[in-house]
């Protein structure tokens, strides 16, 4: 069927693929439809612009946001799946609406817009999901996959299928090899590093049923978010106050600046309750200059502008050794330099986690790392050099190939649905 199309709905960003009538059906190079600007990825973001009464998307979204048009400014919304926050509901232009209905709306202007570029209607579709999305609880894993597929219906697609997001990427990775390989799919994204040991192959890439070739599948719940989050509450936080004291010696609560470096949080320091609590800490702090820093930066709505500012620096620091951080909406206004060691350490004992999972993965499908021949990784955090260091290192006789970071899980899923539904 030419109307089945893979859905990637990622954390930061999201993309469609489809394999057009008459291509290959092995061929995922030139599948993603491009859904902003003559891009193909659209950032996974909705601003409610309050002073146009209109609701921007992706790009537009945040350009709107750091404009400083007055409104609601949405990211993450992926991380709420499978957590009591997706029953809850946010507060837009003074009314309440509902994290599903925003799930809802996200989704269905991802599958109108691919459908514009495509010239056709998309009925099927395949989307992708992380090996976890929560880790170690069924339950709330299979929630976060019935609530997904359901709000996939709600917004027209009849038939919905899932694929884990590395296998997708395992198949992109196949439609450019000319020999059988065991391979690692190392999918590093915004909010979950997955998994995957599969046998590729030409002679293996038509077949329906993959079943066999799929060693072993891992995953956890940490992705380029909980990297921004933790470079954050490292090297910005100390300037609001985080792990300053109270007179009576005790912390200033952590709360405040867990949810400013949290993205899916951010708006939960607005709540009136937080902000007087915050009144009453300014007055107790020992010192207070912080506080009231901190204070401006939620009197003016900045969180959002904060957390781009902590990512901008993550992603320089990737080939930088040291980056200033001008952070000129605080008060007073402060330059920060940040160093990629200081970045290393702070999520150290993220990538520790990272590492287990992987030799998990090798146990569980009980293959040596030196059985291993390559190393394909995609996803937009795996550019985080020591990330990729450390992974290597679990199998150092595999070849270390890069990806397109934010589109081949979308390319391999419209590749899977080609071979679900047509």
């Not at 404009?67 to 029953?87: H, I, P």
């Not at 599903?100 to 109108?112: M, N, P, S, T, Y």
């Not at 609530?147 to 992109?172: C, S």
């Not at 020992?286 to 620096?313: F, N, S, Y």
Request: with cysteine.
């Amino acid at each position: 069927m030419t109307n089945a199309c893979g859905v990637d709905f990622g954390t930061s960003n999201s993309t469609v693929g489809w394999i057009k009538p008459g291509a290959s059906p092995t061929a995922g190079a030139g599948a993603l439809l491009h859904l902003e600007d003559g891009k193909a990825t659209l950032p996974s973001v909705v601003f409610f612009n309050a002073d146009d009464e209109e609701v921007r998307y992706g790009r537009a979204a945040l350009a709107d946001y750091l404009a400083g048009y007055d409104g609601r400014l949405m990211r993450s919304m992926k991380s709420l799946l499978g957590t009591s926050l997706m029953d809850g509901q946010t507060e837009v232009a003074g009314r309440a609406l509902p994290f599903r209905v925003l799930l809802a709306q996200f989704i269905g202007e991802v599958k109108r817009r691919a459908e514009s570029q495509a010239g056709r209607g998309f009925e099927h579709a395949v989307f992708g999901r992380p090996v976890f999305f929560i880790d170690d609880n069924p339950q709330a894993d299979k929630l976060a996959e019935d609530t997904l597929a359901e709000v996939a219906r709600n917004v027209g697609f009849r038939e919905v299928a899932f694929q884990y997001e590395p296998i997708a990427a395992a198949f992109d990775y196949e439609s450019q090899i000319d020999r059988e390989e065991l391979v690692l799919i190392a999918d590093i994204g915004g909010g979950t590093s997955d998994f995957s040991l599969v046998r590729l192959g030409p002679g293996r890439a038509g077949k329906l049923e993959r079943r066999d070739d799929i060693l072993a599948t891992g995953g956890v719940h940490i992705g380029g978010t909980d990297f921004d989050k933790y470079l954050s509450l490292d090297s910005v936080m100390p300037l609001l106050g985080y792990k300053s004291a109270l007179r009576s010696g005790a912390e200033i609560p952590s709360s405040y600046y867990f949810n400013l470096a949290t993205w899916h949080t951010i708006n939960q320091a607005y709540t009136r309750k937080s902000i007087v609590q915050l009144d009453d800490l300014v007055r107790d702090a020992r010192e207070p200059g912080k506080l009231a820093r901190l204070q401006h930066l939620i009197d003016e709505r900045a969180g959002h502008w904060l957390a781009m500012q902590v990512e901008g620096a993550k992603i320089a620091l990737s080939d930088r050794e040291q980056v200033a951080l001008e952070l000129e909406r605080l008060r007073p206004a402060e330059t920060l330099l940040v160093e990629r060691a200081a970045f290393e350490a702070a999520i150290v004992q993220l990538l520790d986690s990272i590492d287990a999972t992987v030799l998990r993965l090798l146990d569980d499908a009980g293959v040596a790392p030196c059985q291993v021949d390559t190393v394909f990784f995609t996803g937009g955090s795996s550019g985080v050099g020591l990330l990729r260091e450390r992974i290597g290192a679990l199998v150092p006789g595999a070849r270390k190939v890069e990806g397109d970071l934010f589109g081949s899980i979308g390319a391999g899923l419209a590749l899977d649905a080609r071979r679900k539904f047509g």
